[in-house]
Nanobody, 131 residues
């Protein structure tokens, strides 16, 4: 069993930055694929960044490429999402997710899976970007 706890959300102005953290309940070196999802108000959950088991490949959604960075610190059992140059459309609930799979059918084609591919989720942290 894996427990994920997000933190670091809050309010920011357009152009600002926030760093989200996802604390994982135990050491999982290279046995899981990870992702950050967001859910804007009234919309479905979409992946914005993912790290895949096996080769550590990183993939970003086009909407956040060159602005967001996903990273992990195995020693601290923590996943991060650094968000720079924030836009109002980045507003939403952000979730970290994990699955004990390499998700090769997505990893090998630089694609991000939908939420159904992940079976461990945090409770979410709210990000609001407005002036």
């Amino acid at each position: 069993q894996l427990v994920l706890v997000e933190s670091g959300g809050g309010s920011a102005q357009p152009g600002g930055s926030l760093k989200l953290s996802c604390q994982v309940s135990r050491y999982t070196h290279d046995t899981y694929s990870w992702a950050w999802f967001r859910q804007p108000p009234g919309k479905g959950r979409e992946a914005v960044a993912g790290i895949y088991r096996g080769n550590g490949a990183v993939v970003y959604a086009d909407s956040v490429k060159d602005r967001f960075t996903i990273d992990q610190d195995d020693a601290k059992n923590t996943l991060f999402l650094q968000m720079n140059r924030l836009k109002p459309e980045d507003t939403g609930m952000y979730y970290c997710a994990a699955v004990a799979s390499g998700l090769s059918r997505y990893r090998d084609y630089d694609r991000l899976p939908g939420p159904k591919e992940y079976n461990y989720w945090g409770q979410g942290t709210q990000v609001t970007v407005s002036s």
